[in-house]
């Protein structure tokens, strides 16, 4: 993607909208001095909780802040945890989440010009071949139950919400029986663990099918549309 102002970046925050070069920086955070001043009344937000900067050829986000750390949505409605100190490439949408005693923000990240890294030398390959899972066929009433218990790692913030739902509502939100749903996500697990897909069993079974199918895109934002029909 790119931008028709010239922008390498574009930041978002609400309706806010703010276009860098590789020479201008940015900042964000409860401090007036702030390129963005989130809420300068709110003590839960940090005077100085982050920036977005470019160096050696790559823009960075750094989590500024001594204590707060910061909540990263990638382009697939991942989340991890950006400590204090830390910093991370950005190459692709990120946002990041500042959490306050008064609700959350989001600061929209968004590279406008992204470089084709070289591709690595081809070397010999040895042993068997990784196995993920990709022979599995996933039908599309298997994407249908998986977006809607994984539809809130879809949505934008406020409404994103990085936990599977429960059965019984996304059942109901397909007007499926909860038997129905459940069926289909069990089977699903089944042919991927055997087709060698780790930490599909357990407590934390659906947690982890929901990283698996994010990561692999099994499932998308456009797959929302779905729910509609």
């Known amino acids: 993607m790119e931008d028709a102002t010239g922008a390498d970046v574009v930041i978002t925050i609400g309706t806010t909208r703010f276009d860098l070069d590789t020479t201008t920086g940015f900042t964000f955070g409860r401090a007036t001095d702030c390129t ?3 809420d300068p009344t709110d003590t839960g937000i940090s005077r100085y909780a982050g920036s977005v900067t470019h160096e050696s ?3 960075w986000l750094e989590n500024t802040s001594t204590k707060r750390p910061l909540t990263i949505v990638d382009d697939r409605g991942l989340r991890s945890v950006l400590h204090p ?3 991370i490439a950005v190459e692709s949408q990120i946002r990041a989440l500042v959490a306050g005693t008064r609700g959350s923000h989001c600061v929209t990240i968004e590279p406008q010009h992204t470089a084709e ?3 690595p030398e081809a070397g010999p390959l040895t042993g068997a071949s990784t196995a993920i899972g990709e022979e599995v066929l996933v039908k599309p009433a298997d994407r ?5 218990l994984f539809a809130g790692y879809l949505l934008d913030p406020p409404r994103y919400d990085p936990h599977p739902r429960s ?5 109901k ?10 069926r289909r996500i069990e089977y699903l697990r089944v042919r991927l663990t055997d087709a060698g897909v780790p930490n599909l069993n357990g407590a934390s079974a659906l947690y982890n099918l929901a990283e698996f199918a994010l990561s692999r895109e099994l499932v998308t934002k456009d797959d929302l549309a779905l729910l509609s029909h």
């Open 144 to 148: 249908l139950a998986m977006v809607a």
């Open 167 to 171: 059965y019984e509502a996304a059942a």
């Open 36 to 38: 963005i001043c989130l």
């Open 173 to 182: 939100r397909l007007g499926w029986t909860r038997t129905q749903l459940l």
């Open 85 to 87: 100190g830390r910093r």
């Open 57 to 59: 050829s790559s823009w």
């Open 117 to 119: 890294a070289p591709a």
